[in-house]
Nanobody, 120 residues
């Protein structure tokens, strides 16, 4: 089993910044991909950013140039630096990790979600 614990959400004014963190813990696992989704009220989760173990990143068009994803492989932690925040970024943000537990045991684990609210 792998647990993901998020931190860093909150309330910020438009134009401000927040940094989300997500730490994975457990035993005998390898993380291949980590990333972030977000969910608007009444909508399905949508991808925000991903990063693979070698550092290649990918972003949703709506956040390119404003958000930066990074990871610390030694700490099994992924970060999302969010700058120039807009009210339309208001959502619950979820981190995830694609994990290998050995052999063909590949799973996706999710964090508990953290609320980000951007006021105008």
């Amino acid at each position: 089993q792998v647990q993901l614990v998020e931190s860093g959400g909150g309330l910020v004014q438009a134009g401000g910044s927040l940094r989300l963190s997500c730490a994975a813990s457990g035993s005998s696992f390898t993380i291949n991909v980590m990333g972030w989704y977000r969910q608007f009220p009444g909508k399905q989760r949508e991808p925000v950013a991903t990063i693979i173990s070698l550092g290649t990143t990918n972003y949703a068009d709506s956040v390119k140039g404003r958000f930066t994803i990074s990871r610390d492989n030694a700490k099994n932690t992924v970060y999302l630096q969010m700058n120039s925040l807009k009210p339309e970024d208001t959502a619950v943000y979820y981190c995830y990790a694609n994990v290998n537990l050995g052999s063909d045991a590949n799973y996706r684990y999710w964090g508990q979600g953290t609320q980000v609210t951007v006021s105008s």
